[in-house]
């Protein structure tokens, strides 16, 4: 039975419609109505196992509306279930807004545990899993991936990110002149479905089995970094954008002793570095 005047949070499948569990089918068999992130989607899942209950749309562009409007239903006795389109609610979805109005006027909220993309892949691939960060979506533009890129760089945590199918190339390729060819990324799309793929490489390997094969981007992607760790020969981009510009006007050596000063980096790794690129 469900509670009443109670906000489910409903996990639903990423892509294997096996994996939804027994609770979360009658959860969303009970409440008296499902907020969902696009009703149509939704709609199929519950049509598949034969859920009339009715539908709500709560999207990023009326959530803030639709939560007040929510609120007062559950004030009155109702009881809600949450949904995405896959996934946890929140995790990169719509729902914080609600929740947090719930939680601000007493209203009870109860969690299920269900499927996630990000600990799915992260459970798999074979990164440490003991401390990790979610950093969501990348930004769409370039500089933005590298300024994220670098914001992260010196991070010891696994890093975890969603990104879709159509950038991905160039956010690998964004990852590389930032990052480096031998930081560990691991590529894990079509998660739970038939052409699941979890690969990880050196990042230079991986962009290079990326470009491949095109198929070996389609669908949801997660991508999994691995954390940094003292020693490595990390190089910020600001500091290979100044030996850059130093090196247009000086010897490559005086441009990198300066700039090592400068952003206290190692010598040898920037002349390296160097030597690949500028010569």
């Known amino acids: 039975m469900v509670d009443v005047s109670t906000l489910y949070i409903v996990p639903t499948p990423i ?22 992130e696009d009703t149509r989607y939704t709609g199929r899942l519950l049509s598949h196992f034969g859920i009339m209950t009715r539908t709500l749309a709560l999207h990023d562009h009326n959530e803030r509306q639709k939560a007040n409007i929510l609120v007062k239903k559950l004030m009155t006795g109702q009881n809600i279930a949450l949904v995405s389109d896959a996934g946890t609610p929140l995790i990169s979805d719509p729902g914080y807004h609600l929740v947090t109005r719930c939680r601000q006027v007493g209203i009870k909220v109860v969690p299920l545990p269900g499927p996630c993309a990000l600990i799915t892949a992260l459970s798999a ?18 500089k933005g991936r590298k300024d994220k890129f670098t914001e992260v760089a010196q991070d010891p945590r696994t890093l975890i990110f969603y990104e879709s199918p159509h950038r991905i190339i160039n956010t690998l390729d964004d990852m590389l002149e930032v990052l480096g060819s031998e930081r560990m990324v691991v590529i894990a799309r079509e998660l739970t479905k038939t052409y699941e793929t979890i690969h990880g490489v050196p990042l230079g390997e991986l962009v290079e089995w990326v470009s491949e094969d095109r198929n070996r981007i389609r669908g949801e992607i997660v991508l999994l970094i691995a954390g940094y760790r003292a020693g490595e020969d990390y190089l910020p981009l600001e500091a290979t954008n100044a030996v ?15 700039t090592a000063k400068l952003f206290n980096v190692k010598k040898n790794t920037l002349y390296k570095w160097g030597l690949e690129n500028l010569q």
Not at 19 to 30: C, E, F, K, N, V
Not at 132 to 139: D, I, K, N, V
């Open 15 to 36: 892509g294997n419609l096996g994996d939804i569990t027994r609770r979360a089918l009658s959860i969303l068999q009970q409440v008296d109505i499902i907020a969902a």
């Open 125 to 142: 691939s074979g990164l440490p899993s003991d401390r990790f960060s979610f950093e969501g979506f990348l930004p769409p533009r370039s």
């Open 244 to 258: 850059a510009l130093l090196a247009k006007e000086l010897p490559l050596k005086k441009a990198v002793i300066i």
